[in-house]
């Protein structure tokens, strides 16, 4: 809002007698994920000073609702998903172009095991395997756990291997690891080294290994499937000491 006046004949100032918001500015990048932080922040046509904040009030409506006021920021985490939109007032003038987003829930979809060449291991070669395993493997091997999901692009995951065996399942390896993100699969290699073998020993009846391995998400983030068996079905990487 502007107001004119005239100091001279020939002489005419413009002089800004309240702020106003200007845009929507969305500081975090990516897509919005439930369990995962957004934050937008408002600009208005001038620097937002106090007493501009005390009039500020958003409004989040969508499969959330949520009112906030007296701050230029509007950090939110989602717990749903669907589709928001964004409003805000300051000095009682609405910004006219809401924002609209939408959130999505990340989800392990499946897990496979393949050679470090990217084979599947299918266990075609092992005519005595147990007809719940996928895929065979020897020791000193290394191996990929690999897995197809939605939504974890440029997301943290932890994955984690462990054996069936009859204490029932025994963590044998662990690694933190960003999931690329150009595409909705992703892959973790671990060797199959005398570690690995030594927690096997530890807790099974034998050094053969029954594997299967979880990924987990990190910092709140919601995964559907987090934690779940992989691949689906209890189907496991036989370990032995056959040279493959």
Avoid at 21 to 27: D, F, H, S, V, Y
Avoid at 68 to 77: M, Q, Y
């Amino acid at each position: 809002w502007f107001t004119t006046k005239k100091n001279e004949e020939d002489d005419w100032r413009f002089e800004v007698t309240n702020n106003y918001p200007t845009a929507i500015e969305r500081k975090t990048a990516g897509k919005a994920k439930v369990g995962k932080p957004i934050k937008f922040e408002l600009k208005g046509i001038f620097e937002i000073n106090y007493s501009d904040t005390t009039s500020i009030h958003w409004e989040l409506s969508g499969p959330e609702t949520i009112s906030r006021t007296r701050t230029k920021e509007f950090l939110f985490i989602p717990r749903q998903s669907g589709t928001y939109t964004l409003t805000v007032k300051m000095n009682d003038r609405a910004f006219k172009r809401p924002v609209s987003f939408e959130c999505i829930t990340c989800e392990i979809v499946n897990g496979w095991w393949t050679d470090s060449d990217g084979n599947m291991l299918t266990g075609e070669d092992d005519a005595e395997e147990p007809s719940n395993t996928i895929g065979s493997a020897g020791w000193n091997q290394e191996v990929v756990a690999a897995f197809h999901h939605l939504g974890l692009n440029g997301e943290e995951v932890t994955v984690e291997v462990f054996n069936k065996d009859s204490n029932g399942s025994t963590l044998v390896y662990t690694r933190d690891m960003k999931v690329p993100d150009t595409n909705n699969a992703a892959s973790c290699s671990f060797p199959l080294n005398d570690a690995v073998r030594k927690e096997v020993e530890k807790s099974g009846l034998s050094s053969n290994g029954l594997l299967y391995f979880t990924v987990k998400a990190k910092d709140g983030l919601k995964l559907i499937n987090s934690g779940l068996a992989l691949p689906k079905n209890e189907t496991y990487l036989e370990v032995n000491d056959k040279v493959r």
